[in-house]
């Protein structure tokens, strides 16, 4: 169980660090020491927030990321909300305040 919350930090780590850096990523150099995440060859401590995007509307995620941003959020996570997005088998929705590609393009874009 140790070795699987690792991996799943790690997943985080990277997952976080890609949506922070956006199309910037091919650009620089990401490591980790076991002390620090080093971009760029600059030690940096991430502040990471949550906005949970199925609590609100489309139109207001821009708002809300930039609130974030202005706030000190270097990272924004999310939960997926699994139980909205297949609410029966086989069943998907994708749609409106359900749409994580749009809300993770919006914060990309922010």
């Known amino acids: 169980e140790r070795m699987e919350t690792t991996s799943v930090s ?10 922070l850096l956006g199309t910037q990523l091919i650009q620089c150099s990401v490591t980790y020491d076991k002390k620090a995440i080093i971009i ?3 030690r940096r401590i991430l502040i990471s927030g949550s906005i949970h995007y199925p609590r609100s509307t489309p139109e207001m995620w821009e708002d809300l ?3 974030a941003k202005e706030g000190g959020l ?5 939960y997926v909300f699994w139980n ?3 609410p029966s ?3 998907y929705n994708f749609e409106g305040r359900y749409d994580l590609v749009r ?3 919006t914060i990309q874009k922010a």
């Open 10 to 19: 790690k997943l985080f780590i990277c997952l976080s660090i890609a949506l």
């Open 40 to 42: 760029n060859g600059h």
């Open 65 to 67: 990321i930039q609130k």
């Open 74 to 78: 270097d990272v924004i996570e999310t």
């Open 84 to 86: 909205v997005h297949e």
């Open 89 to 91: 088998p086989g069943n």
């Open 103 to 105: 809300f993770i393009k």
